[in-house]
């Protein structure tokens, strides 16, 4: 199905983390179109998430954030680890003290985990508000989105772009992509197959 303006909203900027020679990335107001992806049910239309932000963020604050998921992960598994054995113990007819020693021995990583969450969400509302994007002059800098959890969720969404957004008024923009370019992509457009059913319109669910 073609997609329109109404569905994609305004043209914003593009990315190309891959170089020159791939197809850009096109981000409109009402979410991104990828054109080339290592996997391809991420090609075609990612509608924003309810309050998602975008914009540059510098190497230096994606480094910040990214230690934070890293410690996340790795505090989790570590805390998970001690759970599945108490639970293992249990299986085995291990005394009751066994496995309250193995889940006491986690609760460490617990209290990490939980502490990296509110710090990642701390930092993601910051990020939304405005801080830590980059200065428009900092080719360095990575395209960056968040979104607010998500019903019963307790984690904001994030997703790190290879490239960062160049928009219309940067030197570096190329004119290629221009709206005649824009149009034809999305003439021949689709949403992403691993986009969720429940951000899909009704008719095509």
Not at 12 to 27: C, D, E, H, I
Not at 56 to 83: C, F, M, P, W
Not at 124 to 143: H, L, W
Not at 187 to 192: C, D, I, T, V, W
Request: proline letters at 6%.
């Amino acid at each position: 199905m073609a997609l329109t303006e109404a569905v994609v909203g305004t043209f914003v900027a593009y990315t190309q983390g891959g170089g020159q020679a791939q197809k850009p990335t096109l981000y409109f107001t009402k979410g991104r179109y990828t054109q080339v992806h290592d996997h391809a049910n991420n090609v075609g239309f990612h509608p924003n998430h309810p309050g998602q932000f975008t914009a540059n963020i510098s190497l230096a604050n994606l480094g910040i954030i990214t230690e934070h998921k890293r410690q996340l992960r790795h505090n989790y598994k570590k805390y998970n680890d001690y759970v599945l054995a108490a639970e293992q113990a249990t299986k085995m007819n291990a005394k009751p003290e066994v496995s309250q020693i193995l889940l006491k021995a986690g609760e460490p990583f617990l209290s990490i985990y939980v502490q990296k969450l509110a710090e990642i969400n701390v930092f993601c509302e910051s990020y939304r508000q405005g801080a830590f994007t980059a200065d428009p002059t900092d080719i360095s800098s990575k395209c960056f989105e968040v979104s607010p959890p998500r019903a019963s969720k307790t984690n904001w969404i994030t997703h790190q772009s290879r490239g960062r957004l160049i928009y219309p008024n940067d030197p570096t923009f190329d004119k290629t992509f221009n709206a005649e370019y824009i149009r034809n992509v999305l003439r021949n457009g689709h949403y992403a197959a691993n986009v969720p059913a429940e951000d899909l319109p009704k008719d095509i669910k």
